[in-house]
């Protein structure tokens, strides 16, 4: 039993093994009888070993709890600091908000009479047997038709756009010069783009495309819900709706059921009359897709129809912003123009030629309400037709305008071509109506980067305020490291106090 109680093999942390061969305190075995008193014999005595190992160790752990404690002191400076520096960067924050909202306020003053419309060209590929083009493209900004009239001395005569489109022109290359208009109506703006021209100019295809060239309608609103999505936060978020109607003999037809899905009907009024037109909640380009097939099977499949009517998609956008109380509301609109072909055949019946003046009555007052904008009139027709009625908030004032002019290039429709050429170019002198350009840039830059700013501040808040957590972990972290030390402590002079004993 003597022998078992003086045997040490356990390990003691802060402690090395000892190493019996260079033990001070040795047994004779074989000269040792069983029953005979255990004899210690000293030469280094390891009662007088244990209290100097015993004391390293004491300094060792002392000095490192204190090193723990000295961080876990500068750890709670460093939270109280930071803590007091993301309540001052809260209070500059609303600071900042309020300076921006003040800059966006001047701005929409500035912007508010603010007109501007633009007018490209594009031409349609030859179809079989049409002869050769009678169209040529001088730049990026003139096309040039020839006329073939030998009694002047030039018979080519040409026209200038904002931008010119060739045959060899796909959708993704108009587009990305629309592409402007779009990110507008995102801004605030009431967008208009429209496309005029004879029929079977290229004005649905244009606008519609097909499923493997996608047109203005597909790649207008995706390009809304990407923009969207990019400025979309926590505290600020866009809604589209989408209204679908078209006008024939200046009646207006709806084709949008009535779903239920909650949002209230868009209302046009009048001092005479009011239209309710429904609005169709969509949250994804599929969405919008369906839409427009289910819009476009209620309009039927009467192709002459088709010719003279004007077919209208509005995009409804709907912008809230929490932090600020904002909520505004734009629209863009998407206009497929009826046949701009003003013939009326020997034999066509009394149903045709109505239509065909109603096209015309409404072309005609589009017409006017541009040229009067361009001139800048204090009176603008825009009463003339239901077709500006419609879309008066969304030609001049505060609005931006596209006129993608569609023409056949073959010799046949050079009438109509020139006709169509004529119309559009009238509206491209068309200025802005207040304010210097450089003026509003200015102040849009500014809203720009005050906004900028503040979601850089947001952000650094943010950072600091997973930091402070971080130190918070550290800290648990450090206390429990020094709950953990100060038990091997204990544990240690435990040791050294029963070894003391049984050396005594």
């Not at 900004?141 to 005569?157: E, H, L, W």
């Not at 429209?194 to 649905?204: D, E, N, P, R, V």
């Not at 899905?261 to 005479?272: D, M």
Request: aromatic share 8%.
């Amino acid at each position: 039993m003597a022998e078992n109680k003086n045997r040490w093999n356990w390990e003691v942390s802060g402690f090395e093994p000892r190493n019996s061969s260079s033990s001070s305190l040795q047994f004779e075995r074989e000269d040792r009888r069983p029953d005979a008193p255990v004899v210690r014999r000293y030469a280094i005595s390891a009662a007088s070993a244990l209290p100097h190992s015993s004391e390293i160790s004491k300094q060792a752990l002392s000095t490192k709890v204190q090193r723990l404690k000295d961080e876990i002191k500068f750890v709670k400076e460093d939270y109280l600091e930071l803590r007091q520096e993301a309540t001052d960067l809260q209070e500059y924050s609303n600071a900042k908000i309020d300076r921006v909202t003040r800059y966006l306020g001047v701005l929409a003053d500035k912007t508010r009479k603010l007109g501007n419309i633009k007018v490209f060209c594009r031409t349609r590929p030859l179809f079989e047997d049409e002869g050769p083009s009678v169209v040529e493209f001088t730049d990026d900004c003139t096309i040039r038709v020839n006329t073939g009239d030998d009694t002047i001395s030039n018979p080519k005569k040409d026209f200038e756009f904002d931008r010119v489109y060739g045959p060899h022109v796909g959708q993704a290359e108009l587009f990305s010069d629309v592409q402007p208009f779009v990110q507008s109506a995102l801004d605030g703006y009431n967008v208009s783009i429209f496309a005029y021209g004879q029929t079977h100019s290229g004005k649905t295809h244009t606008m519609e495309g097909s499923s493997h060239d996608r047109g203005l309608y597909a790649r207008c609103f995706e390009e809304l819900f990407d923009l969207s999505n990019s400025d979309t936060t926590a505290t600020a978020r866009f809604n589209f709706a989408v209204t679908v109607f078209e006008l024939y003999n200046e009646q207006l037809r709806e084709l949008l059921p009535q779903t239920g899905n909650g949002l209230a009907k868009i209302r046009l009024q009048s001092l005479e009359s009011s239209i309710e037109l429904v609005q169709e909640k969509v949250d994804n380009p599929l969405e919008f897709s369906k839409v427009l097939k289910s819009a476009f099977q209620s309009r039927g499949n009467d192709v002459s129809k088709f010719n003279v009517s004007h077919l209208i998609i509005m995009i409804h956008i709907y912008y809230n912003n929490l932090i600020t109380g904002e909520n505004l509301y734009s629209k863009l609109s998407l206009v497929d123009l009826a046949g701009s072909e003003g013939l009326i055949a020997e034999d066509d019946s009394g149903e045709r030629i109505t239509d065909v003046l109603h096209v015309m009555k409404s072309l005609s007052a589009l017409g006017d309400v541009l040229s009067s904008l361009t001139s800048r009139k204090d009176i603008v027709p825009y009463e003339n037709s239901m077709l500006t009625k419609v879309l008066a908030d969304s030609l001049g004032e505060s609005s931006k305008t596209l006129m993608i002019v569609n023409i056949c290039p073959n010799a046949a429709n050079m009438s109509e071509t020139l006709s169509s050429l004529n119309f559009s170019s009238r509206a491209r002198s068309t200025v802005l109506s207040l304010g210097n350009r450089d003026t509003i840039k200015k102040w849009r830059d500014i809203a720009n980067d005050a906004r900028k700013e503040l979601y850089e501040r947001e952000k650094e808040i943010q950072d600091l305020k997973q930091e402070i957590l971080g130190l918070r972990q550290a800290l648990k972290e450090a206390n429990d490291q020094c709950v953990l030390l100060y038990n091997e402590v204990q544990k240690a002079w435990k040791v050294s106090f029963t070894l003391q004993s049984d050396l005594k």
